[in-house]
């Protein structure tokens, strides 16, 4: 802790002994290279000095450990190279050695190596909170943030749409860093109001342009070397209304095909896994709002590179359709921690039940069967006896889910009971439209995450 203390305290600036001689173009204060592996990763130096003291060697030293040589190019007025150094964050000294340039030093303040994540998407994965986040002084690393070409610490604001809004992801900084222990950070390049078509990589024009935007961002962030851990997604809400001229407006086919490119192509060219977040009911129109996010949790599992997000279906948007206050906002962070702790970092008891059997019993019951407890309550807390979010299906008949008469729950076991005989091709709903939004909902017993929603599912055989 007294580290962290230090590194933090050693200000916002690179600090060179010879000013004038011998400058760090890069890193600069705060930037966070992306791991290698578990207990290593590499930083690049870029640096210039005078002509007239071109050294023979450059040496470096990361978070007081022993100096090694840069595997450098040395030019006549600058040098560039890399050093593997440990998972950590720290002060970086730099030194020249031999020729000319014996007196050439400089320090640069809180560089790290550990996790970095892309969040990409719209306003949501922006930040349209009403109270700027903060980091916790407790956690054991400075989290980190690159926002506007700029590298600082991860508090907020850390939105691209102005200085006075805040974000989760300072939020889930504070949860992933102590529960991880190493550095982390993000790049914040999600905008309000993008379709999931200029998040492709397209022309770089119409489609493609928010992607070729992030590219740069990534470029100037990593100085070339492109590398981070993950993308964090949450997009969709302008892909159901037409606000957007290359809104798909709804439809199933077209977002499914977009958002698969997509994840395709941030595999394609960062080798970097997508977890895309489903979005929650936005507006009246329940079968665009069921299309998007049927799309989002199909893509989980038929894409191979992309992962679970935050689920958000039974949280209440502060104003229908951002997280504004404290208690959504924190609301959505820790799904996004959750997500992250699961997918990333394979915590398995992070995850989402899973459904795995679903039968009738009697005329008017259906025994649901999930991988783990499950308790009801609604998002914020408020506990109910009753499962509310459910409709069902016989064929073009819908039943609602004021049907449901009754909800016991035994361990993994959930029986519903419904107040008229269930008929033979039932399919069942939950969670569609605004049924789950803000209701008391299935949800796990151990971590709150609610139950995955369901799209018309079929008996068990």
């Given at each position: 802790?007294?580290?962290?203390?230090?590194?933090?305290?050693?200000?916002?600036?690179a600090?060179?002994?010879?000013?004038?001689?011998?400058?760090?173009?890069?890193?600069?204060?705060?930037?966070?290279?992306?791991?290698?592996?578990?207990?290593?990763?590499?930083?690049?130096?870029?640096?210039?000095?005078?002509?007239?003291?071109?050294?023979?060697k450059?040496?470096?030293?990361?978070?007081?450990?022993?100096?090694?040589?840069?595997?450098?190019?040395?030019?006549?007025?600058?040098?560039?190279?890399?050093?593997?150094?440990p998972?950590?964050q720290g002060?970086?000294?730099?030194?020249?050695?031999?020729?000319?340039?014996?007196?050439?030093?400089?320090?640069?303040?809180?560089?790290?190596?550990?996790?970095?994540?892309?969040?990409?998407?719209?306003?949501?994965?922006?930040?349209?909170?009403?109270?700027?986040?903060?980091?916790d002084?407790?956690?054991?690393?400075?989290?980190?943030?690159?926002?506007k070409?700029?590298?600082?610490?991860?508090?907020?604001?850390?939105?691209?749409?102005?200085?006075?809004?805040g974000?989760?992801?300072?939020?889930?900084?504070?949860?992933?860093?102590?529960?991880?222990?190493?550095?982390?950070?993000?790049?914040?390049?999600?905008?309000?109001?993008?379709?999931?078509?200029?998040?492709?990589?397209?022309?770089?024009?119409?489609?493609?342009?928010?992607?070729?935007?992030?590219?740069?961002?990534?470029?100037?962030?990593?100085?070339?070397?492109?590398?981070?851990?993950?993308?964090?997604?949450?997009?969709?809400?302008?892909?159901?209304?037409?606000?957007?001229?290359?809104?798909?407006?709804?439809?199933?086919?077209?977002?499914?095909?977009?958002?698969?490119?997509?994840?395709?192509?941030?595999?394609?060219?960062?080798?970097?896994?997508?977890?895309?977040?489903?979005?929650?009911?936005?507006?009246?129109?329940?079968?665009?709002?069921?299309?998007?996010?049927?799309?989002?949790?199909?893509?989980?599992?038929?894409?191979?590179?992309?992962?679970?997000?935050?689920?958000?279906?039974?949280?209440?948007?502060?104003?229908?359709?951002?997280?504004?206050d404290?208690?959504?906002?924190?609301?959505?962070?820790?799904?996004?921690?959750?997500?992250?702790?699961?997918?990333?970092?394979?915590?398995?008891?992070?995850?989402?039940?899973?459904?795995?059997?679903?039968?009738?019993?009697?005329?008017?019951?259906?025994?649901?069967?999930?991988?783990?407890?499950?308790?009801?309550?609604?998002?914020?807390?408020?506990?109910?006896?009753?499962?509310?979010?459910?409709?069902?299906?016989?064929?073009?008949q819908?039943?609602?889910?004021?049907?449901?008469?009754?909800?016991?729950?035994?361990?993994?076991?959930?029986?519903?009971?419904?107040?008229?005989?269930?008929?033979?091709?039932?399919?069942?709903?939950?969670?569609?439209?605004?049924d789950?939004?803000?209701?008391v909902?299935?949800?796990?017993?151990?971590?709150?995450?609610?139950?995955?929603?369901?799209?018309?599912?079929?008996?068990?055989?």
């Open positions: 802790m007294a580290e962290r203390k230090r590194v933090a305290g050693l200000g916002v600036l600090v060179a002994v010879c000013a004038e001689a011998f400058d760090i173009a890069y890193p600069k204060p705060y930037t966070l290279f992306q791991r290698d592996s578990a207990s290593e990763g590499a930083i690049n130096v870029r640096g210039t000095f005078p002509e007239a003291q071109r050294p023979e450059i040496e470096a030293r990361f978070n007081g450990g022993a100096w090694r040589v840069l595997d450098a190019r040395i030019a006549a007025k600058d040098f560039a190279g890399s050093m593997k150094a998972v950590g002060l970086l000294e730099v030194r020249g050695l031999g020729g000319g340039g014996s007196a050439l030093a400089a320090k640069v303040a809180c560089v790290g190596i550990g996790d970095l994540f892309v969040i990409a998407g719209q306003s949501n994965a922006d930040g349209r909170g009403n109270e700027l986040a903060k980091l002084p407790g956690n054991p690393y400075v989290g980190v943030k690159f926002r070409g700029v590298w600082s610490e991860g508090s907020d604001p850390a939105t691209n749409d102005g200085d006075k809004s974000s989760p992801w300072p939020i889930v900084l504070n949860r992933l860093i102590p529960d991880q222990n190493v550095p982390m950070g993000f790049i914040a390049a999600a905008v309000g109001s993008t379709v999931v078509k200029q998040w492709r990589r397209g022309d770089g024009k119409s489609t493609g342009s928010l992607y070729a935007r992030m590219r740069e961002m990534i470029k100037v962030a990593t100085d070339g070397s492109m590398k981070f851990r993950a993308v964090i997604y949450y997009q969709g809400e302008n892909d159901i209304t037409h606000y957007n001229t290359l809104s798909v407006l709804g439809d199933y086919t077209a977002y499914k095909e977009n958002l698969m490119a997509m994840v395709s192509d941030f595999w394609e060219e960062f080798k970097a896994p997508v977890l895309v977040g489903q979005i929650t009911n936005l507006g009246g129109d329940r079968q665009k709002n069921d299309h998007i996010r049927q799309v989002q949790q199909e893509v989980w599992k038929e894409h191979p590179h992309a992962l679970p997000g935050a689920v958000t279906y039974d949280i209440h948007p502060t104003d229908g359709v951002h997280y504004r404290t208690a959504n906002m924190g609301a959505f962070a820790r799904r996004w921690s959750a997500a992250v702790l699961s997918g990333v970092y394979n915590r398995k008891e992070m995850a989402a039940p899973k459904l795995a059997g679903l039968r009738k019993k009697g005329d008017k019951q259906l025994v649901f069967t999930y991988d783990q407890a499950l308790a009801l309550a609604s998002w914020d807390g408020q506990a109910g006896t009753k499962a509310e979010g459910f409709s069902f299906m016989d064929g073009d819908v039943w609602a889910g004021g049907r449901v008469v009754s909800t016991a729950l035994a361990g993994k076991e959930v029986t519903v009971e419904v107040s008229a005989p269930l008929p033979a091709n039932l399919r069942v709903c939950y969670g569609n439209g605004p789950g939004q803000g209701k909902v299935l949800r796990s017993a151990a971590t709150g995450l609610p139950i995955p929603m369901l799209f018309g599912r079929n008996l068990d055989l």
